[in-house]
């Protein structure tokens, strides 16, 4: 067995072991309709069972100052109502939102009429963003696990878990619009990555 084989055995084994924490609800989706006037693409949400547990473990919050204030018979107090009534059920709805996301998000691309928009459905608070295909430029893939280093895909198992748990959109295209970049989709592979950086191309 060679030097290299030898030193690789452990790094395959913490690749393994990473993906573990990974795991979760496969309900990935990708659909791409192409017309001569328009580009239709959606996918599916990303989500791991931790970030499932931990978000619904936080809607949990939007009850506590009831249970506290009725069941447990805590009293009212300024305090009270500030860590309960308004810390709490602030946090609460965002983990609400996040998990309502994470089980049934889904987030939509339209290109006509040389605008580009991008919705999310399947949470609340969410608005449409528009943007000029004029102004768009370097469509490429945001990732490419096929020519990453072992490494590297060690690392992006590592921070996937805190990508579903904080960000909508973890990233699988991107492109650069007014100098910032965007950043589009959760969950592809990496043909179909191809496909659509095709198609998004020739509306240019």
Known sequence: M????????PLNFMYQYTRLFNLGLNRKKFVCVSTNDKLYAMNTSKNTFLALLFTLFSCGLLFSGFIEAFVNKNEITTEFVIVFFVIHIIVGLIGLRQFLWLLR??????????????????????????YSLGLITNIRQAINED????????KVNM???????????IGQIAFDYKGKTINVFN???????????????KRK
Not at 147 to 154: A, R
Not at 159 to 169: C, E, G, I, P, R
Request: hydrophobic letters at 40%; zero cysteines; aromatic letters at 4%.
């Open 159 to 169: 921070s996937l878990n805190m990508n579903v748990l904080l960000w909508q959109t």
């Open 105 to 130: 998000g889904r987030e939509e691309m339209t290109i006509e009429n040389g605008y580009l928009t991008l919705t999310k459905k399947g949470t609340f608070l969410t608005s449409p963003k528009i």
């Open 187 to 201: 969950d592809m592979d990496n043909n179909e990555r191809i496909e659509l950086i095709a198609e998004m191309t």
């Open 2 to 9: 060679k030097m290299k084989d030898i030193k690789e055995i």
């Open 147 to 154: 020519n990453l280093s072992l490494v590297e895909k060690i």
